[in-house]
């Protein structure tokens, strides 16, 4: 299955965005244990934003993101979608949408469970 993010642009501080990753294939292709969104600013390793987990839709927030930000899943459009608002420079950065596909219980915030990935999609605040 192919990711595809977007909605990202530039916003000043304070402001909103909604960032949307649609799959090529329904229910993302096939067996799902979570979705996430992770960013990765210039010179940092790639952070966990939030996620949902597809049963349950049990959701999960990174703590500086947290009130801000807010993740769905849209099961007619195929799509997992980050609202955030309230916006800060600091959350200048690429961000990636991921899909799980671990038949194990897993952390929804490592990285290395993560077997799909969008191409990113730039966010930058000003100041």
């Known amino acids: 299955v192919q990711l595809q993010a977007f909605g990202g642009g530039l916003v000043q501080a304070g402001g909103s965005l909604r960032l949307s990753c649609a799959a090529s294939e329904p229910t993302f292709g096939g067996y799902v244990n979570a979705l996430a969104w992770f960013r990765q600013a210039p010179g940092k390793g790639r952070e966990f934003v939030a996620s949902?987990?597809?049963?349950?839709?049990?959701?999960d927030y990174a703590d500086s993101v947290k009130g801000r930000f807010t993740i769905s899943r849209d099961n007619a459009k195929n799509t997992v979608d980050l609202q955030m608002n309230s916006l800060k420079p600091e959350d200048t950065a690429v961000y990636y949408c991921a899909v799980s596909r671990s038949l194990k219980p897993i952390s929804t915030r490592r990285v290395g469970n993560y077997a799909s990935w969008g191409q990113g999609t730039q966010v930058t605040v000003s100041s």
């Open positions: 949902i987990r597809w049963s349950g839709g049990i959701t």
